[in-house]
């Protein structure tokens, strides 16, 4: 590719369109290189989707500042980028002295990080907050909340695309080397790439980018977190997230309602240095459930529609120890290039100051002019299931595709389909099309409406059945015809 970018930014997920959409406050040259088929596909996409309150961070850490941050700004976020997100609270539930001691701490060290709303409360305190709970007592964040990350990621992405940064999937990065004009030159899978700065946002791969820029010797390890995903009918039993009593490295398997009404439980924690694979053994779906009803008893496996899983980059020292998130600039060694380290847990809540704070780097070594023309306002996708009766009638009148529902678990009408279908990033995956509107994440999982939505893939955008993935490349919905008309 030819043309010079001021700045590539690797990796599409949460902070990488935060990044991205951040920068398009400059007059700046921006793209985005993805090895996934869509934003979203990985850690920014497989987690727990709270939004947390900025307690359980090591005071002066910036997880701890950058959290805190993240936490107030996140209902001016979701008005601006339309996307959903309830500050709904989240309880750590005790029951023994030690347990009151952790959570005077926690309260202690979350003060100390600027974080508000704490409070302990006691049995009956608890019970009216969350009747269904097994404690005796917890600490209330009034501050925490819930939000959907496929949506967040996406919305970014989107106003970010719609303030001119280029995004371009499928684009594994292989090699970076400067060239004699100082400039980065940047090659992946599909093409090569040129530009003044390059930012390391690659998540899970953050030390494969690092290394590959010259900014050797991270230790970055994989905390793999199983989860199961409860049907809707128990939403009502839980109108917060609940956790256990946090040790010093993780907050305990806990169970979480979700903003379309599920709840989750998890995640364990497994070590691993296989940062693709996302099985989750039936052991460990059992565990899960045996942990978590000892806070919330209302796990059958009747009502387990689904699991997933999600893997935290965690950078450590020699010891193993977790450390804080790195954002540097080397300027000896890779001059023009942010490098982000070790990005996990509460980089989804932290996601927009984490990119504030990366440009603030930049600054105090280029001047930025602003870009007058920035808009950072993004309309999303309408979900009509959520709609007053007469909000929808009129939507019918207006559009009737809005009156012939695909997905009859999630209440997902044709006009939603075609919207994801047609979405600014031009993402065509199975799986975009459902990040991007929950269907084929309801009981069924798609029983009901994915061959339809595959059908409506192929007829808008004029692909051959055989060429339709699920998710990535090689994940085809359809090998071939059975049978020859």
């Not at 609940?242 to 907050?251: F, I, K, L």
């Not at 689904?306 to 998130?325: A, C, H, T």
């Amino acid at each position: 590719m030819d043309q010079l970018y001021d700045v590539l930014i690797v990796g599409a997920g949460v902070v990488g369109s935060a990044i991205a959409r951040e920068m398009a406050r400059y007059k700046l040259k921006i793209g985005v290189l993805e090895k996934n088929l869509d934003v979203c596909y990985e850690t920014s996409g497989r987690n727990s989707a709270v939004v947390h309150g900025g307690f359980a961070y090591d005071t002066g850490t910036l997880k701890a500042k950058l959290c805190v941050e993240g936490n107030r700004m996140m209902g001016e976020l979701a008005e601006e980028l339309d996307f959903p997100f309830l500050r709904c609270g989240k309880v750590l539930v005790g029951n023994t002295k030690e347990d009151m001691e952790t959570l005077k701490r926690t309260m202690v060290q979350g003060e100390k990080n600027g974080a508000s709303g704490l409070e302990l409360v006691d049995k009956e305190q608890l019970h009216q907050l969350v009747p269904a709970v097994v404690g005796e007592f917890a600490m209330f964040s009034r501050n925490s909340g819930i939000m959907d990350p496929f949506h967040f990621t996406v919305a970014l992405a989107e106003n970010a695309h719609e303030n001119g940064v280029d995004y371009y999937f499928d684009n594994e990065v292989t090699g970076i080397s400067r060239d004699q004009d100082g400039n980065y030159r940047i090659e992946t899978v599909q093409d090569v790439y040129r530009t003044r700065w390059v930012v390391n946002a690659a998540g899970l791969g953050c030390k494969k980018i690092s290394d590959m820029l010259g900014i050797t010797g991270y230790r970055v390890i994989g905390s793999k977190g199983d989860y199961i995903i409860l049907d809707k009918r128990l939403g009502e039993l839980l109108p917060m997230p609940v956790y256990p009593v946090p040790s010093n490295t993780y907050m305990g398997i806990h169970v979480t309602n979700t903003i379309d009404g599920n709840v989750t439980v998890g995640p364990n924690a497994d070590m691993v240095e296989d940062f693709t694979y996302y099985g989750v053994p039936q052991k460990n779906m059992d565990y899960l459930a045996e942990s978590a009803s000892k806070l919330w008893p209302h796990i059958r496996k009747a009502d387990q529609i689904r699991n997933y899983s999600g893997i935290l980059p965690k950078w450590v020292d020699e010891n193993g120890v977790i450390q804080d998130f790195k954002i540097e600039i080397k300027d000896e060694t890779a001059p023009n290039a942010i490098n982000l380290v070790g990005i996990e847990s509460p980089g989804l809540t932290a996601a927009v100051p984490i990119a504030r704070y990366a440009i603030g780097l930049m600054k105090e070594r280029e001047h930025l002019e602003e870009n007058e023309n920035f808009n950072p306002r993004r309309k999303g996708i309408v979900r009509f299931e959520g709609l007053p009766k007469e909000e929808q009638a009129k939507l019918i009148r207006e559009n009737p595709d809005y009156g012939e529902v695909i997905c009859r678990c999630e209440k997902v009408t044709k006009a939603e389909v075609l919207q994801a279908i047609h979405n600014p990033l031009g993402v065509s995956t199975m799986v975009g099309i459902k990040y991007r509107t929950r269907s084929m994440m309801g009981r069924c999982q798609g029983g009901y409406c994915q061959m339809r939505i595959e059908q409506m893939i192929e007829e808008e955008l004029g692909k051959k059945e055989t060429d339709i993935v699920y998710a990535r490349q090689g994940s085809w919905v359809l090998n071939g015809k059975v049978r020859e008309e």
